[in-house]
Structures are given as C-alpha cells and as structure tokens.
C-alpha cells in the first residue's frame, strides 16, 4: 500500500513540475533568433498585401533575384571653416579631402529587399599626390515597397588629408596628411512615393521596379543622420588653434540631423527600354551637434543645416539586363556661431546587372525570415 502511494506521490511531483518546466523553457527561448516567432510575439498582425501597379506605366519583377555591379567615381570630403573675426585673411579652414579614386560595389535584390557593399580600390601611385592613405567602406541594405523605400546606410573613412597648405609646417611634405581622422556616418531614411502607382523612384537607382512609360512624381523624404568625426588628437592643426573660438582640444565632434524634405522626381522613357530619370529634394534639415574633448562634453549647438541632395541618371532597362549612368550628390552646410561644417559625398557611377531566377536557397532563407506575405 505504501508502495502504491509512493508512486502516486512521484507522478503527481513530476506532473506538476514539468509543465512549469515546459513553461520556463518557452520564455527562456530567445525570439529574435527566430524570425517567424519574432514577428508572431511582436508584430502578430503584421502582413504584406499584394500592391497593384499601374502595368502600363511600372513593371515589376518579385520573382525574379537581380545582381549588379557598381563602379564610382567619388568626391568626398569635410571643410571645418572658422567664422570668427581672428581667422579674417588667416586661411584657417581644414580642407579634408579623401584618397579614394575608384570605388567597386556590388548588390543583390530579391522582392523587396535589396543588400550591397562598397569597397576602395587602391590608386594608381601618384595618382593623388602627397596625399595620405585612405580607408573606405559602405555597406546598405534597403525595403523596396512601390508606395515606400526604407534605407539603412553605414559609412566609415578613416585617413583624411587637409590640403589647406597653410596648415602644414612641414617642408618635406606637400599637405598635412590626418591618417589619426577616421569619419562614421549613420543614416536611416524612408521615401513615401505619392504617385506609386504610375512613378518609382527606384527604378533608375537599385533596378527592381521598371519604368516603362514616363511619369513624374511627388514624394517626402523623412530621416535620421549621425555623423562622427573623430581622431586622437586635436582635429585643427597646431597653426589653426589661434584662429578658432571655444576650440581648445576638440577631438571629437558628433552631429544629429533630422530630415522631412518634400520632392519631385520624372523618368522619360523613351522606346520603353531606354530612360532618363532626375529627382530632387528640399534643401534643409534640423542640425544638432555636439563637442567633446577626451570623451567629455564642452559645447553643443542646434542650427538648421543647408542640404543639396539629388541625383540624375541615363540607362537602359530590359527584362533580364540593365545598365545605367548616374550622378548622385549630398551636400550638407551646418552654421554654428564659431565654426561651420561642410560635408560633400557625390560621385558618377556606372550600373551593370542581371535579373534571374533565384536558387531554392534565396527563396527559403527569405521566406524563413522575412514578414507574412513580403
């Protein structure tokens, strides 16, 4: 009889204890490991629907993986201006300038999501004479809806030149080469396409919608930007110091910028292959800086920002081949009460690529991973 209790007694015990065990393990799991779970605990009504197009204006290709490859030519630098009465005549300013000739990128886009990454090549030696070495990388990765595009973009160059030769005391070098300056820059921006169903501003950039009949159309770009530059020592020079107020030991500057720009954008098309396509947007944005020197706080400033940002573009588009020429520019203007920053990425590229129906593999990681219905 005892015996019978005994049982009774351990099966109620593990009874009631593995369920709780069941349990624990269930919140101990991590979501974020698992996409699908993710979405269901977090985002449980969240379902893409299906968005009709005008066919005789857009053509789309969900189906479809495109590759490409990018080969730029850019014009990327930072000028720290001084704007007190003690640089009058001084030649003060920092012109920063990049080493950086060629850049190779490659992308890939599959439905709506499109990933690429940007490397420098190497210069031809002299190319860029008396300038130091320069590092670049750039890495992407956008949502394409035909209504929206989401953007998630990092910058890092590290290794400047200031070609201000007044800055550089030593005779034995042509300008003064900053290789302690490194430059971060993280943006997060969305484009909302007002015309969408007849317009896509992505056809002539990233090459998965098809323009087919010209159009134009209006559009509003929201953002957020953190730019850093920083180095280990002082950013101005030893000559420049005198020449600028509430400086002293700044090596660190960090800034904010939001952006709500209004646009307009048009691709001609002409025998529906062939395109040419321009967009531009307004021109300012809300700036917010800050200074530190060895980590530590010492001033901070909010101003409006000057922006030019837009780009043009020549190609050709077909079903499976695509080829373009564009011209991309960002200029950014922030005025502060002692200094100014300029901050200017533009370059010319040439587009190549190929769409092709992707490997089972694509297709299962996507869906693995990506919300119901994308």
Do not use: C
Not at 347 to 365: A, S, T
Request: glycine share 6%; no cysteine.
């Amino acid at each position: 009889m005892q015996k019978r209790y005994a049982i009774f007694y351990i099966l109620l015990f593990f009874g009631l204890i593995m369920p709780s065990g069941l349990r624990a393990q269930e919140k101990k799991e991590n979501v974020f490991l698992h996409p699908q779970k993710f979405y269901e605990k977090f985002f449980p009504h969240l379902r893409f629907k299906k968005i009709p197009v005008d066919s005789n204006y857009l053509k789309i290709y969900p189906k479809y993986l495109s590759v490409s490859t990018h080969l730029l030519f850019p014009k990327v630098y930072i000028d720290i201006d001084p704007t007190s009465s003690l640089s009058q005549g001084k030649k003060a300013s920092s012109q920063f300038r990049t080493n950086v000739n060629t850049i190779l990128g490659f992308s890939a886009s599959y439905r709506f999501v499109t990933a690429g990454f940007a490397v420098a090549l190497k210069g031809r030696p002299g190319n860029m004479e008396g300038y130091g070495h320069t590092k670049y990388r750039t890495a992407t990765i956008k949502y394409n809806d035909p209504r929206y595009s989401l953007q998630f973009k990092f910058i890092k160059i590290a290794g400047l030149t200031d070609i201000n030769t007044a800055n550089n005391l030593d005779s034995t070098k042509k300008y003064l080469v900053r290789d302690d300056i490194t430059m971060k820059e993280y943006q997060f921006e969305g484009i909302y396409n007002f015309s969408w169903k007849r317009y896509s501003y992505v056809a002539p950039i990233d090459f998965t919608v098809r323009q087919v009949k010209s159009r134009m159309g209006l559009m509003v770009k929201a953002g957020i930007y953190n730019n850093q530059i920083f180095s280990d020592t002082n950013l101005l020079s030893a000559r420049q110091q005198s020449y600028f107020e509430h400086f002293d030991h700044i090596n660190r500057i960090n800034s904010y910028a939001v952006k709500l720009a209004p646009g307009l954008g048009g691709n001609l098309v002409l025998l529906r292959q062939f395109y040419l396509s321009l967009s531009v947007f307004a021109p300012y944005n809300l700036y917010f800086i800050r200074m530190f020197t060895d980590k530590k706080l010492v001033r901070n400033e909010t101003s409006l920002q000057f922006v030019l940002d837009g780009n043009a573009s020549i190609g050709y588009q077909s079903k499976w081949l695509y080829a373009g020429i564009r011209y991309q520019a960002e200029t950014k203007q922030g005025k502060l009460q002692y200094f100014s920053v300029t901050t200017v990425y533009s370059y010319i590229g040439f587009d190549v690529g190929y769409r092709f129906h992707p490997p089972r593999l694509v297709k299962k990681v996507y869906k693995e991973t990506m919300p119901p219905g994308s």
